[in-house]
Every structure is written in structure tokens, then in C-alpha cells.
């Protein structure tokens, strides 16, 4: 007999039991009758849209928020402060000069440097990936363009992004270093459509590549690729607009459903306001803000209050540094330890399918009800080493307990960081099927009496 | 028993039929093979790219055109010139501006008149389609700015274009007459993506309306459309930078594989040269061009040539006015009666799924042929009232037989007049399908003794 199943029939044999699928069934019933969430989403993406760090539509998405929470009943709404990055993307435009003159599509990868007015032109040079650049001399690579022609696959756990957005991040580096003088990537993303993706580069001590830096869409690189292969030497011509401007201030924002027991031990949900300025942040990430905030007011309608207290945080500037999510384990690292468990939603709205997680021993039980609750919406037992999202790795040296609801990914790399993020890509059937899963781990964090610390070990560096 | 199978019956029967078998068994063989169209369109899709008629990229395409069919070995190689309007889309910039600020992705419709730097505000209204715009009471229309929220379906024919289409060529018009500023339409396309769609707009008199008008992708349509519900009066600012240029030389590519018998007539195989600015014109209508050209060639390399002459036709300038096509038609109107047979390529690179005609009676026999020839690519019967394509209208009062091969065209929408057509939309096996169907026909054609005039009488102004 599996895990699962001994764990249901306990649940069926055990009075306690019984009556503790009430609340749960009346969640996931209500749930998937709900449409907040895809309210929410649709008013942030519809009425704000993008809303990079420190720009003026990301105090309007913070304002949003906080009248959002309030009006959904949540207390102790606030926006706490966070000097974040503000930078600029501008317009990008790339161009084959020769042999076959075209406009290609492209956007700035984040942090980069614009260039003159009159741009940058050279010549062209490939390299396969981040490690062919790494290995290439820097005599191939000084005074030329450097075109990345990686390319990503797709999978459902998205998994293919890690080993691609190394040349997102630190491509510019190492062809800075080779005496480069730009570099355009093959778009980290798995969509046929001509849409360039943007994305963060690396930092080395709080500076970004001295070197421009572009993302080609997928076709446009196709093109570049057919007029390299026809044996012409292929110069590019690159402007840029790209620009840092000075810190800006955006916030946390927070909302909270007070426990009627223990209302100083949080069950964090998390996701983040930010989002790139091409797209609406449809997928990244209003509908992570719309899943926490929607699962938080349905265990909220409860007939009963939960014994902890239920945090929402929608974190500011994800996107360009983590600066909220690091700012909220600052201030609240005294607390940490009353942080029973967290969660976060950031990787778009396709169905929850596995339930992830990273709980000491003592919370096996807890896990096991967890994944009986879930197992009705169609999600799979998943490991016990999850690391929880972006937004939660400032909480990892907390030790803090996590839970991982794994999101169908499959097509999350289409849009993602895109302008094609918008609302249509958001499914509401699968949106509530998220919102029910979110709410049901909530509750039962919410309820719990076990303890899940101490988690086992982080391994290093991992993600 | 089915027309089909009694066709397919005498095939079989008859030791004729036998015999002029071969060279179709062999044309189909080769035709699924050859990736010459592939070729074709990778070519100037990644070479030539955007060639809307009038522009530089227009110029380099007629050469590449004249290239490749001297390259490929046709006859009679040239570039009948051809002045056609030169217009330039320049950039659009479409925003919301009140109540919830957003800048929408827009582009320019085919003709449209810019405005001045400071561009036009004012407040919208909805109209649901043409018809509901042409019903409007003027006094809801007079200083405001339109948008046409008519929707397109998809379907394998492509046929609700024609019914949402009213509204790109003629709702300026409408709103002109009824003192409105400027108009925006929902794209006339069928995509989800956030790409605006293009296309010509309806002269009158040879002018173009006198008011800007622009299509909304379909999700900033969305978001209009949402920031509309709200309640609030929603006002719009457009900014555009097209404007007409002096007329233009492009030119007509023809080239020919000269009949053995009867070289003075003509079996015309068309497609056009032209695109819009937004994408490389791979579907449209680089696909086209590619499989005309391939299926001449195929037939060229066949052990014997066909009695009568292959004309490949690739016009200019379809997209905006059929400047080529006309010129055509009034450049051959003495050797009109000498076009036996003329078909077109213009519908994407879907699969051919039914063979339309319009073939005087005594063309029924030769009708068989063709069917049974393309009914192993899986191509059904269709009816006798073809009308050809676009380029081929202007033949229309010639009375020239047609054939038009219909084309799948379920995501045809998707792509044409958008960033988005580009060369990965072209599936290389359809493509190939296409090919060995147009060379089938060609050669079936070029080799028939019957007379297909004269042609059923065309229904006044259909399409």
C-alpha cells in the first residue's frame, strides 16, 4: 500500500480526521468556485501593467495593493519601504549591416549599458553557449559582437532555464574581459513567437557588465544563424537607450488574517508586485500576487480564524535583485523563528502537479495531510528538498520551513519576461485550481500542532 | 460510387492514363522530397527580409527574385517595372492615458496618415463592428477617438476575414464623415499573441482616409476593452509616423519553362513578391513565391517539357493596391485569351486540402485528372466557382480558367500582416505538399488537349 493511501485511510478512520476535511473540503469547493484571483490579476495587469523596480507604474501597482488588501478585509496592511534599482531599458534596436541588411527584434537584458547614439557596429562572432564563450580566446572574441546561440528546452518543471540564463547573466562579463565590445544572446525562452525575453544579468560587487547586452527573439536569431552560415563576415549595429537611474523607493506590501491562537507564528505567503517592463506580468507575476492574496481571503471566510496568522507579501523589485525579499529577512530576521512555514508563488498559473517541500521529521504528518488535501486537485507526492521560490532564499540561512507547490511550466518560458506576458495566458481554471492548492497548505500550516524545524540542511549553492 | 472513384477507375483502366502517369508519379516523388521552396523562402526571409513595395528591401527582392530564377534555369528572365505607392508605417504609438496610463502595442494600418509630434488625445468610444460604426448616431462619434472591438474566428477557411475586414479598409472612412479623430481596431487576426496586425486600408478616388487609423494587438485590445468596462471615461493618446512617400519602381519577376508545342500559351503560376513591413513575409507571401518557383522547377526537370509555356509571376506590390497584378493583366491583355490556365499562391503554407476550379464544361475531363492526381496528397474535390486569388482578380474580366488549391489556413490569421511571419510558421512538410500539388497541376495543364473556356460566368463583385 502506498504512503498515500495510508495516509487517506487514516483520514477516513480518525473522527479527528473527519472532521478536519470540513474545513478543507469547504476551501476547495469555494476555491474552485472563485474568481477573485483572476480578478485581481486581470484589474493589476489591465489597469497597471509592466511595472519594472522604481518606475512610476510600480508605485502604482504598490498603491494597488495596499487599497486591493484592504478592501479584501486583510489587517495590518502596510507598504513597508524599499530602496530599489532603478533602471531603464529604453529602445534596443539591432541590425544586420552586412551581408543582408535587417532590423532584428531585441530587448536589453537587464542592467545593461546603452550605447551612443551612433551605436555600436562589428563584426559578429558565435559561440555555442556560455562555455564555448568561456573556453573561446579572447583573440576570436576582442573587438567584436558576440552573438550566444544557446537554445532552450522545454520541459514541464522548467528545468532548462537554469543551465541556459548562465549566458544571460554572465555572458557580458567574460566578453568585457575578452575585449568584446557587446553581446546579443539567442533569447532565454521556449517560444517560437518573435518576442525577445529580458531577464537580469549578474552583479559583481553591486556593478553591472561594462558592456551592452541584448537578447535577440528566437526568430531574429534564426536569421542572424542563416546569414552566419552563408560564409560572409555578418557585422551587427547595435543602439541602445538602456540607463541606470537613480534608486527609486517602491515597498513590501503585507497583509495579514491574524490567527486566533498563536497570531505572532506566520505561515509566509509570498509572491512578487514587480515585474519587467515589456509584458503586463500576467505569469510573473500577477498571478502569484493573485494566488496568495485569493487562497489568504478564502481561509479568511473560514467560519473559524486559523491559529496562526497568515502573511501575505508581495515583494518589491524581484526581478532586478531580490532587494524586497532581502529587505523583508532584514526586518523581520528577529522573527524568523516564528516563521512556521512559507510559500511562494513566481512561476505563472499552470496547475499545481507535486507537492514539494523541506520539513524535519516531526512534520511528516503534517506533509501527509497536506498531501491528502491535495491529492483531489490532482497533485503528486513530490520530494522533501524543496528550496522554496526566488523571493524565499533570503529566509534559507533562517532554516525556515518550506513548501514547494510545483506549477506546470511547460509553457511558462513562452512568456515569461516577454511582452507577450499578458492576461489571456493566464488560464482561470488552472489560476483557481492554484488558488485551492495555495489555501488548503495555508490552512493546514495554519492548524498544524507539529513541529516541522529542525529542515534539513540546504546543500551549497544550491540554485 | 463516388465521381472520385470513377476518375480513379478510368485512370486505372485506361492504358492512356497508365502512361501519363509517370511523369506525375515522378513530379510527386520528387516534389516531397525537394527543399527547394525551403530553400527558396529561408533565403529571403533571412536575406531580403520586410520588403513592403516601394522600399529599398523592395528593390533587393526583385533583384534576388531575377537571381534565383536564372540560378534555377527559367527562361525569359525579367523585371517588368512597375511604379507603385510608396508608404511608410513608421511608428505607432498608441496609449491609454487615462483612467489606468498604458501604452498598448499598436501599428499603423496600410495608408494611414500620421499625426502631428504632439499627437491626437481624446476620449474613446466603442463601436462592437463596421456595421455598429456605420449605424452610429454621429453626434457620439464627432472628436472622439473609435475602437472597433469586432473580433475574428478562426476557421480552416479563413473566412470570417472577410467579414472583420470591412472594418480595416473602410471604418476610417466612417469615422472620418462622422467627425471622429482617429480610429483603432481590434486586429484582424486570429492570434493570441501580442502582435498588431497590419493591412490595407480602402481608397476612394485614389486617396486614402483622412484621419489616422491603427490596429491594437489583441490583448491591448483586451486591456482597453477592460479599462472601458470600469466605468470611467477612457482617453487615448496616439502618436504615428506613417506617411506616403513618392511614388516607387519595383517590378514584376517573371520567368518562364517554355512549352515544347504551343509556347505562346501560358500556364501562369502566381504568387507575390511584396510583403508588409512587420515581419519577413514568410507565409506571406515568401511561401508563395517559393512554390511556385519550385513546382515550375520540378516540372522543368522532368525528362520531356510540357507542350505549353510555365509562366512564373511574382507581382509587386499585392499588399497595397495589386499595382503588379493590374499591370500584369493591362502589360498581357492581347495574349490574355492565350493564358489557358492560371493559379496562385497566397494563403500561407498550410497543407492543400480541396481543389477548386472554375473550367468551362469541356475543362470536366482534365478536372478529373487533377483530382485524381492530388487526390494521393490528400486533396479533396471542391466546387467549380474558384475565383482565384488576388492577384489573379484582375484576370477576371479575361475570363481566364482558374484553379485555386485551398490551403489550410486555420493559423494562417495567426501570423499574416504581423512581426510574427516569419520563416519557423512555415512547416517544411506542408510546404513540400503544397509544391507537388501546384506541380501536379501545372503539369497537367501544360499538357491538356482540352478547351476550358469558356468559364462559368463570374457572380457580380464576389469578393
Same mark, same amino acid.
Given at each position: ?6 495516509? !487517506? ?110 551605436? +555600436? ?63 546579443? +544572446? ?51 549595429? !547595435? ?17 495579514? +488574517? ?115 488535501? !491535495? ?76 513541529? !516541522? ?11
Amino acid at each position: 500500500m502506498s504512503r498515500l493511501r495510508v495516509v !487517506l485511510l487514516a483520514v477516513l478512520i480518525c473522527p479527528g480526521g473527519l472532521a478536519a476535511t470540513e474545513p478543507l473540503e469547504q476551501l476547495r469547493t469555494a476555491a474552485l468556485q472563485d474568481d477573485r484571483a483572476w480578478e485581481l490579476v486581470a484589474s493589476l495587469t489591465s489597469e497597471i501593467g509592466p511595472r519594472p523596480a522604481g518606475s512610476l507604474n510600480d508605485r502604482r501597482a504598490v498603491a494597488w495593493a495596499v487599497d486591493r488588501m484592504e478592501r479584501l478585509g486583510f489587517e495590518n496592511v502596510r507598504a513597508e519601504p524599499v530602496v530599489v534599482p532603478h533602471w531603464e531599458a529604453g529602445t534596443t534596436s539591432v541590425e544586420i549591416v552586412t551581408p543582408g541588411p535587417q532590423e532584428l527584434h531585441a530587448t536589453a537584458l537587464g542592467g545593461s549599458v546603452g550605447t551612443t547614439d551612433a551605436g +555600436i557596429e562589428a563584426e559578429v562572432i558565435e559561440v555555442a553557449d556560455q562555455a564555448a564563450l568561456e573556453a573561446a580566446d579572447p583573440a576570436t572574441i576582442e573587438g567584436k559582437i558576440v552573438f550566444v546561440n544557446h537554445r532552450m528546452e522545454r520541459r514541464k518543471d522548467g528545468s532548462d532555464y537554469g543551465n541556459v540564463v548562465k549566458a544571460r547573466g554572465s555572458a557580458a562579463w567574460v566578453v568585457a574581459e575578452k575585449g568584446g565590445l557587446a553581446v546579443v +544572446i539567442r533569447s532565454v525562452g521556449t517560444g517560437p513567437h518573435r518576442f525577445p525575453h529580458t531577464g537580469g544579468m549578474r552583479r559583481r560587487e553591486g556593478q553591472y557588465p561594462p558592456i551592452p547586452a541584448a537578447a535577440l527573439a528566437v526568430p531574429d536569431a534564426d536569421i542572424l544563424e542563416y546569414q552566419l552560415r552563408g560564409g560572409s563576415a555578418v557585422r551587427l549595429r !547595435l543602439r541602445m537607450t538602456s540607463r541606470r537611474l537613480p534608486d527609486a523607493v517602491s515597498a513590501n506590501v503585507i497583509g495579514e +488574517i491574524v490567527g486566533r491562537e498563536r497570531p505572532d507564528e506566520v505561515v509566509l505567503l509570498a509572491a512578487h508586485l514587480d515585474s519587467w517592463g515589456l509584458g503586463t506580468g500576467a505569469v510573473d507575476d500577477g498571478a502569484g500576487c493573485a494566488i496568495v492574496m485569493a487562497a489568504a481571503k478564502l481561509v479568511a471566510e473560514l467560519p473559524e480564524r486559523p491559529k496562526r496568522t497568515l502573511r501575505v507579501l508581495l515583494t518589491a523589485n524581484e526581478e532586478f535583485g531580490l532587494t524586497g525579499a532581502r529587505a523583508y529577512a532584514e526586518a523581520y530576521a528577529d522573527s524568523m523563528e516564528k516563521h512556521y512555514l512559507a510559500l511562494e508563488s513566481d512561476f505563472g498559473a499552470g496547475r499545481v502537479w507535486r507537492f514539494d517541500r523541506r520539513f524535519g521529521a516531526t512534520g511528516e504528518a503534517l506533509a501527509h495531510r497536506m498531501l491528502s488535501a !491535495l491529492s483531489e486537485l490532482g497533485v503528486a507526492d513530490g520530494p522533501n528538498d524543496a528550496t522554496g521560490g526566488p523571493d524565499l532564499s533570503p529566509l534559507r540561512t533562517f532554516l525556515v520551513p518550506v513548501v514547494e507547490l510545483q506549477q506546470d511550466g511547460t509553457y511558462y518560458f513562452d512568456y515569461h519576461h516577454t511582452a507577450d506576458d499578458t492576461l489571456d495566458k493566464v488560464d482561470p481554471e488552472a489560476l483557481r485550481q492554484n488558488v485551492a492548492a495555495f489555501a488548503l497548505v495555508a490552512f493546514l500550516a495554519a492548524e498544524a500542532d507539529e513541529t !516541522l524545524r529542525p529542515i534539513p540542511a540546504y546543500p551549497p549553492r544550491k540554485r
